[in-house]
């Protein structure tokens, strides 16, 4: 089955924790990417890569950082520093430039 | 930077009431992507409309692509429950890179049977 897995899907964390979500894809996609969803709103552009080894900030990188040493992995690491962590958090890859893309089913971190 | 807007924000229907809505640019796209969202779910892509003008259908759904490129609808005839969830637009090319989406915030279309 090809697709996009990320994990967990809850994820509970103390204020003042860094903490790592995985996204796995084995659709043989070169870009990825990470969305920040809040209730009732849309999707907010984290962090995306075109390619390996390469990645860029998007609309609300602050307090976020990302790796994405191979093809199919891009972990989103939510540290400290960022001031409303808890939210629904979806990654997505995509065949390449203006493609449609897919996405994962979501992991839900609160911190409190 | 771009944005786009759709509206309305809500909708109710009665099961077998049709429904659109209507999504607006401020820039030119290359292409217009329509995504629906189950709740609890993720967005799932429905369909990329990419010249002026273009009209697509997927069985009740009907989206269509502004002659300028500009805006796009999605109108669903005779809705079912099965047609509840939030349909988000989006369009590449903010921030100057067609990597990037430019979502919606979306229609949150709910049914009574």
């Known amino acids: 089955d090809g697709g996009i897995t990320q994990s967990p899907k809850y994820l509970f964390r103390k204020e003042g924790q860094n903490v790592t979500l995985s996204c796995e894809q084995n659709l043989n996609h070169d870009a990825m990417y990470w969305y920040r969803q809040d209730p009732g709103q849309g999707l907010r552009l984290i962090y995306y890569s075109q390619i390996v080894n390469d990645f860029q900030k998007g609309d609300i990188a602050e307090g976020y950082s990302v790796s994405r040493e191979k093809k199919e992995s891009f972990p989103l690491t939510v540290t400290s520093a960022q001031k409303n962590p808890t939210a629904f958090y979806l990654c997505a890859s995509s065949d390449g430039e203006g493609y449609e893309q897919y996405f994962g089913p979501g992991t839900r971190l609160t911190v409190t | 930077g771009q944005q786009v807007m759709q509206i309305p924000q809500y909708q109710h229907v009665q099961e077998g009431e049709d429904f659109t809505t209507y999504c607006n640019s401020s820039t030119t796209l290359s292409n217009i992507q329509w995504y629906k969202q189950r709740p609890g779910g993720h967005p799932v892509f429905l369909i990329q409309?990419?010249?002026?003008?273009e009209v697509k259908k997927q069985k009740r759904l009907t989206f269509q692509f502004g002659e300028a490129k500009k805006n796009s609808s999605l109108h669903i005839t005779a809705t079912q429950t099965t047609d509840v969830g939030t349909y988000f637009c989006a369009g590449p090319g903010g921030g100057g890179s067609n990597y990037k989406l430019t979502f919606g915030k979306g229609t949150l279309l709910t049914v009574n049977p």
């Open positions: 409309l990419v010249k002026s003008g």
